[in-house]
């Protein structure tokens, strides 16, 4: 096999959801990193009879490549003495050592990611003013086309913009960043809840709450976003990370903001963190089925469920009160890291524990989103690597999510205490097909994320393939594929990594009123630290993405 | 006569603050103004002027016949070195950390002994930090532990800490507290002074004070402690500012962990960061950069294939001791502190400024300096990572030329294998 230019992958079963293909036997035919309608004969063919065909995973929301992924790994050393990562043996370019644990380095970040058959990822939290670190560990992740999240709505400008009703400079100001910082998507993390926070109000815990005594609220913060996004028609809406994350009771501030942003495109990320019920300080309890129960109603809404798997995990986010709070009940170690006029940092490394109370109600509100979501196109896998868990650990959450035995096992092993009423405790028999999988790991977040390259098979599409040998044991199944193509090369032969080419940057640049540039340059010259004109990150591979939006 | 040429919002790697709103006057190759006038940015840029040298053994040769040589020092010892000193772009530094792991060497930085206290704590602990900006925008607040920053980082105070114009800040109290020979600033509103021997006592009090523990009867030189901490607990938000480099005397190995231990408890009753002052010449560049490749910010070891972090002695130290059989220097040699290196007594490849002037060098390649003739990222000392110019013209970038060395190296091994 080769890294040629083509290649007709012969005689799989395709699982191409986009194209409305569901298993049948057929051939995939890629010329020059496209897939192609046919090749001639004598092609480069690569045996797939008996195999599995489905596009290259996409992950839409993981902490991978960024200011607070490098601060979080000098906070795990332990993690990476104990998970060391020989460089692989390519046979074309050169490849690279490094280490592993909840939060690897950049290139054995890009290998695993390869080797698990995802080939797009972004990293969904980046503080504007540190994209030029995070583009700079996108260069040395291999294999992956990749992108980043521009975090906004705890931004003093934005703020400022809202509290003055200057909703057109809020939405010229978004585009402005995305294209400034080279980023994809807008995200928000806890709007306002990370300003409090800095500003010694510690937190919001309402939509309603003024944000440092200012006229600005959460509710007004996601309003302002979430429509600039749609003004924009940015290919992703609005990535929204909702107030309270982690604390019992927030499914009813989840609730409100889907309510506040009806008939409105919106992304709810790593919803089960923000799906329990009870009271804080008092009970927990899962109040998935009703979070979804508004999801499956509104078509406009999409989320990724942010699954909780045992074992180690690293939390990373801007939402840095949680993660104080955090840090205050567990007595783990504690990273903070205030990040000026933007944003914020917070990291604690921790284990989620099936004898764990909490743990195993976070387990099981994640499984019952995926159980109970009836649009698998809108309700994806994520684990918020590495918050509920490593990418690595994608395989066995398919697994529980295809095999009903597998998972109410593990049910049983779990401390019940939080658990009573829960629909998973009550019986869920519903077990994804091949289909479904392939529609929640790469073409449903595709078709969130506005990539039409990316998740199908059809011609036109990038040639991100990746082949699994059948096994019974799903997780092994989907943890080795058997080949993964990457731009039409062939990055992983017979389950090894043997080539590690750079992956594109997926990133935006849309159109805004220039008048937001002068007034964010006065904006800049009273209060940053760094210049404006040296604000941009410049030099970035590969051309900003079009789009439809304004000129 | 050439026309003179001026370049705005210039970033300067003088010290770590990372001030990139220096505006600079280049007149025939050379640089004949800079403003503001800061001491230290003069020293840093001079008049841009550089050797052009590149030498084999002490004479001169061609780019390809010293990197041949260079990749033949390096690829025949069995316990290489790379040692990223400072004045690299983090691009130049990102390909020094790929040498080392092709070569299966260690690779450390110029991260001090004083710096890497922190760094280790930070490992076992966290920490509570902003970037510097934050410090300008929040401190109202702002406790300077045994340094004065006018002297080794002399715009923190104007541009950070003390700066006129702030989104929170309506009026400032600096606190300054003073530690045998390192000295806090003399204008202060409420000072104190400890010797070492009393200092890791009087945050342990103050520590205490914020957790609202009984203390019991206080020594009288401790007792100022408890006053600091009642004003620190009083502040909205609140910055301790500690040098994180070496100072004129040793100090107590403590002192580190517990300032740290101390912003993170300030974090129940106010907020509070600690800000970590750190020298210049992208030095948090490479350890940011070593972290997101290998894992580790420092001392790293590729010797098994992998990357391993080094207990113990820096890589200085160790090249000091005779702790390798081959050494690639990747940056100013000049620039790192403490004694000598004696780079005569161990097989040599010095690529970076000023590698010429070496002695003993077995390989010695002239390159520019990042920022004033090499464009690419340095970072400041709060890990934010700033674009440096291009200022002046130079015929070699660190960057490309240890990119040369690594491909060299890359077919050496490509050869070995077949």
Redesign the interface.
Known sequence: MSGTARLRIAGGAVHDPANGVDGEERDICIEDGRVVASLPDGAPTLDARGMVVMPGGVDIHAHFAS?S???A???I?DE??AD????PALIEG?S????G?TV????TTGYRYAGLGYTTAFDAAVAP??A??SH??LD?TPCVDGGIFALMGND?YLLRQIERGERDRARDYAAWLLGATGAYAVKVVNPGGVEA????QRNVTGLDDEVSGRKVTPRAILETLTDAANQLRLPHPVHIHCNNLGVAGNAATTLASMETLAGRRCHFTHLQFHCYGGEPGKSWSSAAAKVIEHVNAHPDVSVDVGQVMFGPATTITADAPVE?LL?KSSGR?????????ESGCG??PLAYKEKAAVSALQWVVGLELFLLGQDPWRVVLSTDHPNGGSFLSYPALIQLLMDRTVRDDRLKQLNQRFLAGSALADGLAREYTLNEIAIVTRAGPARLLGLRAKGHLGVGADADVTVYSRDPDIAKMFSTPRYVVKGGSVVVEEGQLRRAPAGKRLRLAPGYDDAVVRDLRKHFD?????????YPV?DLPDAPMLLGGRA | MSADRVL??V?CLGCGCGC??LTVRVRNGRIVELSPPCPLAKRWFGDGTVPHEIRVDGRPATIEKAIEAAAGVLSGAGRPMVLIAPDLT?QAQ?TAI?VG?ILRAEVDGATSDSAAAG?LV?????????????L???ADVVLFWAVDPSERYPRYLE??AAAA????VRRRTLLSVSVGTDRGPGEAELKAEFTPGEEVNALAVMKATVRGQRLGELPPRLRPAVAIAERLMKG??VAIVHDAEAGRDARDAQRTESLVALA?VL?GP??A?LSSLRAGGNRSGAE??L???????MRVS?R??????RSGRSGLDRLRSGGADAVLVAGSVAALEGPGLALDKVPCVVIGPGASAVAGARVAIDTGIAGIHEPG?GYRMD?????LASVLENPRAAAETLGLLLGAL?RRAAGRAR
């Open positions: 200011s992924c490098n601060h790994r000098r906070l050393p990476h003495t060391p990562a020989p460089a050169e690279r050592s490094g280490s644990g690897p380095s950049t290139f003013l540190l030029r670190h700079a560990e040395d003093e926070w800095k500003s010694g104080y840090h170690r504690w990273t903070n890291i205030d990040i000026e006029l990291i604690v009273a209060y940053s630290s760094v210049s404006f004109d040296n410049r | 705005q919002s970033t990139d709103d983090t990102r790929a792991d760094i930070a490992q076992r602990r966290g920490r509570a930090a902003a970037t510097l900006g934050e300008r925008n929040r541009r950070y114009s702030s989104t929170h909205t938000y993170q974090n106010t907020r960061a940011a950069a972290t997101w490749q290998t894992g580790f910010p590729f098994e294939g992998h990357p391993r972090s990222t890990d934010v990572p700033l674009p890359r």
